[in-house]
């Protein structure tokens, strides 16, 4: 069996964007240091989720994936991984996600059919809506309200773990749209909805540096409210940082803005959180 071919299918190096935020929600929603258990249980609650969104998101658009120049290399397309194996691997994704979940607690398994159906929805929105960038940032803003429940199991004083959640919808959605630019001239014709197809690219990236700034007057609000020390600000300025440079690279190297830059916010907004105990 070629594991790496199964490992470029699912992404996991892509779980970058999301697990430190999970963790920042457990963090913020914890008085005490979690437990190993709750810390591993959430680990795997995170890989299944994100190999569930992955496998789903590849198999709805193979098609689209098969005509793009750009995408037609990926495994389901290229014949490297049937469409039999995907669905395997997105069902026994599922079985493990769910499983973890109702580890967690019921309370989390309850709700955790949530960020399926968002996962399973968005690759059908740039079908239909020039707003799809959104599923995009719905997806990931789960991922910290995930973290939070985990350790509160309850929608109380919900506040932290909701304006992470929001910084994370509109930074998402940001970086969705600088990787949009990479299609844009497909996407358009093949009458798929992207803000560079709607705008142009010039003025998408201007909006995405609009949805930026929304996102870090979030991380303000939960700095303000949770993690005001001058470590924590420190981190604060650095993300700032890091948005700039993603802008000043967007539009002459978008794999640097898009991944690399995004994997160090991720991680930066992380030890933010953790400061606060410092």
Request: hydrophobic share 55%.
């Amino acid at each position: 069996m070629d594991i790496k071919k199964y490992l470029n299918f699912i992404k996991v190096e892509h779980t970058l964007f999301s697990l430190p935020l999970i963790y920042a929600g457990v963090l913020l929603a914890s008085e005490e240091l979690p437990s190993l258990k709750l810390i591993l249980l959430v680990l795997f609650a995170a890989i299944f989720a994100r190999i569930s969104a992955m496998t789903a998101n590849r198999i709805i658009d193979s098609e689209i994936d098969k005509r793009n120049p750009r995408t037609r290399g990926r495994e389901i397309p290229s014949g490297k991984i049937s469409h039999l194996k995907a669905y395997i691997i997105l069902l026994l994704s599922l079985a493990g996600y769910f499983v973890t979940a109702y580890l967690i607690s019921p309370f989390c398994f309850y709700l955790s059919p949530i960020p399926i159906v968002i996962f399973i929805f968005y690759p059908y929105m740039k079908r239909f809506t020039y707003f799809a960038h959104f599923g995009v940032g719905l997806g990931l803003s789960m991922g910290p309200l995930g973290g939070w429940f985990a350790v509160k199991n309850s929608f109380e004083n919900i506040t932290p773990g909701a304006l992470l959640s929001l910084f994370t919808l509109f930074w998402a959605t940001s970086f969705d749209i600088i990787y949009s630019t990479l299609d844009e001239e497909f996407d358009r014709s093949n009458n798929l909805k992207s803000f560079p197809v709607k705008f142009g690219k010039k003025k998408a990236l201007f909006y995405s540096l609009v949805l930026h700034f929304i996102s870090y007057v979030f991380l303000i609000l939960l700095f303000i409210s949770q993690t005001r020390n001058i470590l924590s600000f420190i981190f604060l300025v650095t993300v700032a940082v890091l948005y700039y440079f993603e802008h000043k690279f967007a539009e002459r190297d978008v794999e640097l803005a898009f991944f690399k830059l995004n994997a160090v916010v991720s991680f930066v907004v992380f030890l933010m959180v953790i400061a606060k105990g410092i």
